[in-house]
């Protein structure tokens, strides 16, 4: 079958999911900026940010399935593929490009390889992050051991690009009942990851993040457990979600403010438990990953946009939030360099520059978004799938 020869035509945008993700990603640049300053998981400001990403997977798993699992008779392996690069890959590119220019600005002590990485060195690492080629530790040009030690935030990439891969091969094909088995499996990785139960003995390296869903940024076999785990429950719970169909709960009235502040609630909670009692905040972040966010998601899916104010507000996060997620790291590595090197700077000027940094955050995944993405991604499927939809 010749995809480019069979429009698919666009669907209805889920805008409450779209608006959604907005409000997450901006609360991630935030959560990032204050990251900074922590001195350790649980003590830092907005503590549960990095639950953001198991959010976005399960965002992602309710929209693949809305999108594709009714389009594998028009559509073939390879289409599915395209339709996924051109959407992803662009701001990869782009992400990656702005670590670059900023990589030697983020000169700071805890990215001891900075100033030790020769020009060329940093070239092979552009080209492997442009294709998303993860970055093995040998490889590793800040001190890190990120997948893209220009882009930390690309590492979710990785496994978005890993859930779409499984989706189109095998998952796409299970039944209803094979899907809930495997979901129900993945939700007890979370439990082990989330409550440090540790069955496989990959967790001793993370000590540090015990009774948190944190890690999964690199290529060593804990971190390689750790984003395994953060994937499966989320992605194919929400594409369960979708399949299930009338678990969906319609708010006639608010439902993207409800939806809203339930999200950044879970974000902003401080930690649990405190020092004896730490397996409290696991369960907190296993609770919300596994019946919080598919209950938010069943709520902005079921639920109706009303007013042409909150409507303009929910395309326009929708729009920037992909872009900020995986354009704002680079800003951040530039932060975390200027207050190491400007401890005894006044609070005020601290203030300003995370200020600054946020709002050009957002500035900047706007511009690319306006300039860039949209209309490359265009041009791609103009030129690869006559215009044959996403």
């Not at 990403?53 to 008779?73: E, K, P, Q």
């Not at 289409?79 to 600005?105: C, D, E, H, N, S």
């Not at 700077?345 to 940094?357: C, D, K, Q, S």
Request: glycine share 8%; proline share 5%; hydrophobic share 50%.
């Amino acid at each position: 079958m010749a995809d480019n020869i069979i429009k698919l035509d666009s669907k209805p945008r889920f805008e409450i999911l779209d608006g959604l993700r907005g409000v997450a990603a901006m609360i991630v640049v935030a959560f990032h900026l204050f990251e900074t300053y922590s001195p350790g998981p649980s003590e830092q400001i907005l503590n549960h940010g990095y639950l953001a990403v198991d959010f976005f997977f399960v965002l992602s798993g309710f929209v693949i399935g809305y999108a594709y699992d009714d389009r594998w008779g028009k559509m073939t392996t390879w289409g599915f593929f395209k339709r996924r690069l051109i959407r992803l890959q662009p701001m990869v590119i782009l992400g990656t490009l702005i670590g670059a220019f900023w990589y030697y600005f983020g000169d700071a002590p805890g990215f001891q390889l900075v100033m030790q990485t020769p020009w060329w060195k940093v070239l092979v690492i552009v080209v492997m992050g442009c294709f998303m080629f993860p970055t093995p530790p040998s490889l590793d040009i800040r001190g890190w051991q990120e997948v893209n030690s220009l882009n930390g935030a690309a590492w979710s990439l990785m496994w978005e690009y890993i859930a779409n891969i499984l989706y189109a091969l095998f998952v796409r094909r299970f039944s209803l009942k094979v899907l809930a088995v495997m979901v129900f499996v993945s939700a007890f990785l979370t439990v082990d990851l989330s409550l440090n139960l540790d069955v496989f003995e990959l967790l001793d390296a993370r000590s540090y993040a015990k009774y948190t869903v944190i890690g999964g940024f690199g290529l060593t076999p804990d971190q390689l457990y750790i984003g395994l785990c953060r994937l499966m429950y989320p992605f194919f719970g929400g594409l369960l979600l979708y399949r299930l169909g009338k678990w969906r709960i319609n708010l006639s009235h608010g439902g993207m403010t409800v939806c809203s502040l339930a999200v950044a609630l879970t974000l902003v909670v401080p930690h649990i438990g405190g020092d004896t009692h730490p397996w409290i905040n696991g369960l907190y972040c296993a609770l919300v990953i596994l019946f919080v966010y598919p209950a938010i998601v069943a709520v902005g899916a079921g639920s109706p946009l009303k007013g042409k104010h909150t409507t303009a507000i929910c395309k326009f996060l929708g729009r920037i939030s992909y872009p900020l997620y995986i354009t704002h790291y680079p800003m951040i590595y530039v932060q975390m360099s200027w207050a190491a090197r400007h401890p005894d700077a006044p609070l005020g000027t601290h203030i300003f520059v995370a200020v600054v940094i946020f709002i050009a955050a957002i500035a900047v995944a706007y511009a690319s978004e306006k300039v860039y993405d949209a209309p490359i991604r265009k041009w791609l499927s103009e030129r690869f799938l006559y215009k044959t939809g996403r």
